[in-house]
């Protein structure tokens, strides 16, 4: 039994430190070796790469490959749109920019609450999406999503037109209390809609095993927990070369369900990863109730030691997840008022709080004047 591996165009191999010098000869073979495998689903972007990821997909896939031989899915940057006739004006450069006629799957790029109540429903956008697929220039319509369960409850209910749902999920976030990996899947499946799954590996950590542990993982493991999960059209992996490739496609053209012993090590790898990062062992449950002006330690503490032990800490999901937070709790994004009456306590606080607002990706202060 194969599962559909999705190809993310967010990590491509890169000839220097400048995310636009992108190293086409590679991804071509990449491209090939994907496609020969029997995969076919191509994710992109407007904005990865600093704008630069769709030229690429242009030019190593669709000049390269009849358009009947893979899908192609792309993303509208609602965050950067500020008025409606922007939203047709990117969505038709993003077709020139990957030289097709359609996407196949379209989706609203980092939906969360506040973009929903402002930009989103201020521009017309499902409208748009609706009329882009009468027209025949997309087939499915899509969100990618970054928020909470309840937020996305919400969406879907309003919205059933919506017909795919991306999330990140991976079995260390599985249970997070920011990411709520098996809680937004849960909602996705309540509605009936079906699941793409970004981060399978996340940020490619779950392909080395934790620090000072005997424990072994690899991303075969991480990307059979996602394989395992019902209604899943396609699971993004970030491949940054060709070894990766054939490596994801050893996991998955062939799969196999996990076994008990694999299932058990993964709940201990969950713990050994945390363990592995700067606040140890410390137990976040404990900080689960406390909630300065609303934020719970629990959730600003381990996200920010989830960041740390990332490859990329300044590229982690989790900071997309804290600057909603705080702006749901009306907090500017550098407010660093989170306090309790234990001064050991508060300085991890701090640490956590101003790592995260220095590296986030959004700051949503505008929305709370």
Not at 159 to 165: A, C, G, T
Not at 174 to 183: L, P, V
Not at 192 to 204: A, D, L, N, R
Request: with cysteine; hydrophobic share 40%.
């Amino acid at each position: 039994m194969k599962k559909n591996l999705g190809f993310g165009w967010m990590r491509l191999p890169q000839l220097s430190e400048n995310p636009t010098n992108i190293d086409f000869d590679q991804i071509k073979q990449m491209v090939d070796t994907f496609l020969d495998a029997g995969f076919n689903y191509f994710d992109t972007s407007f904005v990865y790469h600093n704008g630069h990821s769709e030229n690429a997909i242009k030019k190593c896939l669709v000049e390269r490959h009849p358009r009947e031989r893979y899908m192609l899915a792309s993303k509208l940057p609602v965050f950067s749109i500020q008025k409606e006739e922007e939203v047709v004006q990117i969505f038709n450069q993003q077709l020139e920019n990957c030289g097709v006629e359609y996407f196949d799957y379209f989706l609203l790029h980092n939906m969360n609450i506040h973009h929903y109540n402002s930009v989103v429903k201020s521009c017309k956008m499902f409208e748009h999406m609706q009329e882009w697929k009468k027209a025949g220039k997309i087939k499915h319509i899509a969100i990618s999503f970054h928020d909470s369960a309840d937020v996305l409850d919400m969406i879907l209910n309003e919205h059933p037109e919506i017909e795919v749902v991306q999330i990140a999920l991976n079995y260390y976030d599985w249970n997070s209390t920011f990411i709520q990996a098996k809680a937004c899947y849960e909602v996705i499946r309540k509605h009936q809609k079906q699941v793409i799954i970004m981060e399978p590996v996340k940020g490619g950590m779950l392909a080395s095993s934790p620090k000072n542990s005997n424990l072994t993982a690899d991303a075969s493991l991480a990307l059979r927990f996602c394989g395992e999960l019902d209604s899943v059209l396609a699971i993004l992996s970030g491949m940054s070369n060709l070894t990766q490739v054939k490596q994801n496609i050893e996991s998955m053209k062939d799969f196999q369900p996990l076994s008990t012993e694999e299932k058990e090590l993964i709940e201990k790898l969950t713990v050994a990863y945390k363990q592995g990062g700067p606040l140890g062992h410390i137990d976040f449950d404990q900080y689960k109730d406390v909630k300065p002006h609303g934020i719970s330690l629990a959730s600003l503490l381990e996200a920010y030691n989830s960041c740390i032990i990332q490859p990329n800490p300044g590229f982690a999901a989790e900071l997309n997840y804290y600057s909603i937070e705080k702006a749901k709790n009306h907090l500017l994004l550098k407010d660093s008022s989170l306090e309790v009456e234990d001064e050991k306590l508060n300085q991890l606080i701090k640490e956590a709080d101003d790592f995260l607002a220095n590296h986030s990706f959004a700051n949503y202060d505008s929305k709370l004047k």
